[in-house]
């Protein structure tokens, strides 16, 4: 319950104790790029970026999670990460296309994750664990799935321009230090 740290703890903690604290492992934006690139020839790591973009989440929330982690780690500066953002993100979509992933850029204020993908992948989840429940004659529990609403009987919102009654503007009055009083 009482597991946050206390204010000003990190004042008396002995500095340089974090990676983050101490000079980045390569300054070079091409020797970053490179060490990213040689991440990605693991198979787990491919099979989780595809789980993530399978699951909706965008292509720069993951490029931004994976080098803000390469920073934690004390691998490369931020500024690197910021040379080199582009380039990974290029990568990360090569790896979706050649992997048949439908995913989602990220770039516009307009593509924003879809919750519905989400929602979707996380009641495929609990039904799959309803069934494991079944075949294992083990009680079952669906009060988890009682949560998620149907979404084919929500009615419209309606305008909250034709809710709010119009306001007439008033005049401000001057609020300064040198502003004498009126009667």
């Known amino acids: 319950m009482f597991s946050a740290p206390i204010p000003g703890q990190s004042l008396t903690s002995e500095p340089k104790n974090s990676p983050w604290e101490n000079p980045p492992l390569m300054t070079d934006p ?3 790029l490179l060490w990213h690139i040689e991440q990605f020839e693991n198979p787990e790591k491919v099979k989780g970026v595809g789980g993530l973009l399978v699951l909706g989440l965008d292509l720069v929330t993951l490029t931004e999670g994976i080098l803000r982690s390469a920073v934690a780690k004390g691998q490369h500066s931020i500024d690197i990460s910021l040379i080199i953002a582009p380039i990974v993100h290029e990568y990360l979509k090569g790896i979706a296309d050649a992997s048949g992933i439908e995913y989602v850029e990220g770039l516009d204020d307009e593509d924003e994750m879809d919750l519905s ?10 039904a799959k664990k309803i069934l494991k ?3 294992g004659n083990k009680d079952i529990d669906i009060s988890s799935m009682e949560n998620f609403a149907d979404d084919t009987e929500e009615e419209p919102m309606p305008d909250m321009k034709e809710l709010m009654p119009p306001v007439e503007p008033q005049e401000e009055k001057s609020m300064g230090l040198m502003t004498r009083r009126t009667a």
């Open 117 to 126: 993908v989400v929602e979707m992948s996380l009641r495929e989840r609990e």
């Open 133 to 135: 429940d079944i075949k």
């Open 30 to 32: 091409e020797e970053a």
